[in-house]
């Protein structure tokens, strides 16, 4: 039952990479179970992401969701801070998908970006650099340095916003993974809500705020 399951969650994200982007699937694939395992194992140690997740239940919780934003821009050559990453979630998967663009992880908790340390280094990802700080504290010279800042697991304060429009460059992007709560963004003007459920996730909305 457990092969079944996986080969069903795999199987749904295969179907995703080869519907947005063919030429790389078989490529990427590989790179994913390679994720999968590295992530597993830090999440053995360090409590990354909910233990309760079955391992192949990644494939689609956690790495289908994390590439949802592909559907409505390109990622590719961009700056790209990862806010509130956790356990590198959605920075890793979309930069094995974009690997010219420059990812940051920032997180305030060294257990965790300790853990996200060593899943690069093992996954070999020479564009993906970690930041150990709240969002808050980032000095100035982040300022006007990010051209997408991209959000999947904290509400953004008011506070937040105005940090984040001092990290992102003019014309820079802000994409929010939300479901049914977006309560978060009526304080953004610039906004455009972008519907990308999916069955293997429930319903989900990529939110696309320009600066």
Not at 6 to 34: D, R, T, V
Not at 52 to 62: A, M
Not at 127 to 142: A, G, Q
Request: net charge positive; charged share 30%; with cysteine.
């Amino acid at each position: 039952m457990i092969k079944e399951r996986n080969i069903m969650h795999k199987g749904i994200f295969k179907k995703y990479l080869e519907k947005y982007l063919p030429q790389k699937a078989e490529e990427l694939m590989i790179k994913f179970e390679n994720l999968l395992e590295a992530l597993w194992e830090e999440n053995s140690k360090v409590n990354l992401i909910s233990r309760k997740t079955l391992k192949e239940e990644y494939w689609t919780r956690h790495f289908l969701d994390s590439l949802l934003p592909i559907e409505i821009t390109d990622l590719s050559n961009k700056k790209i801070l990862d806010f509130g990453t956790g356990g590198g979630l959605p920075g890793i998967p979309l930069n094995l998908v974009f690997p010219n663009s420059k990812l940051y992880l920032l997180d305030s908790t060294h257990k965790k970006i300790n853990a996200v340390k060593n899943i690069i280094k093992i996954l070999d990802l020479p564009s993906c650099f970690t930041i150990v700080s709240r969002l808050e504290d980032l000095d100035d010279r982040w300022f006007n340095f990010f051209d997408v800042i991209v959000c999947r697991s904290v509400k953004i304060l008011p506070k937040y916003k105005r940090v984040l429009f001092k990290l992102i460059k003019n014309n820079g992007k802000i994409i929010l993974y939300k479901s049914k709560l977006i309560d978060d963004i009526g304080q953004f003007k610039k906004r455009h809500i972008h519907d990308v459920s999916h069955p293997a996730i429930g319903e989900r909305k990529i939110i696309e705020i320009i600066k």
